[in-house]
């Protein structure tokens, strides 16, 4: 019996509420290419500040106990101001405040200047 099983195709789970949901579980690890991400482990999503009752339901079934919030204090502010984004959290989650990007005005040319050196750079450039 195989100790890695495919992946599903695709590996999305239906979370009422919450876009792109899915199990980062089996892929393989870079530095170990011999190991894989254990499944149910680590789960990934789009914007979940529309999550539904029945979503909450699912992901404590799922035992998500951690939220981690990539966006900057901007980049929430911005989207309370369009009318979603607001921070999700429900009992037996803890929401995670962990910005990828520095907190700064995200006016065009920055944030043209800032991809431009990623790229260039791998990194961000401030």
């Not at 369009?82 to 995200?106: D, N």
Request: glycine share 8%; aromatic share 10%; charged share 30%.
């Amino acid at each position: 019996m195989s100790t890695t099983a495919a992946l599903p195709s695709p590996p999305f789970i239906a979370v009422p509420g919450v876009p792109n949901f899915r199990d980062l579980g089996g892929h393989k690890v870079a530095s170990s290419p011999s190991s894989t991400i254990r499944r149910g482990y680590i789960y990934r999503c789009g914007e979940p500040s529309g999550v539904t009752q029945d979503g909450i339901k699912k992901l404590q079934e799922l035992n998500v106990e951690k939220a981690y919030d990539l966006r900057s204090l901007p980049e929430i502010e911005r989207a309370k101001k369009a009318g979603y984004g607001k921070e999700t959290e429900w009992t037996g989650c803890e929401r995670c405040f962990a910005p990828v990007f520095e907190e700064r005005e995200y006016d065009p040319e920055s944030v043209a200047l800032r991809f431009r050196n990623y790229a260039a750079e791998g990194t961000e450039v401030s």
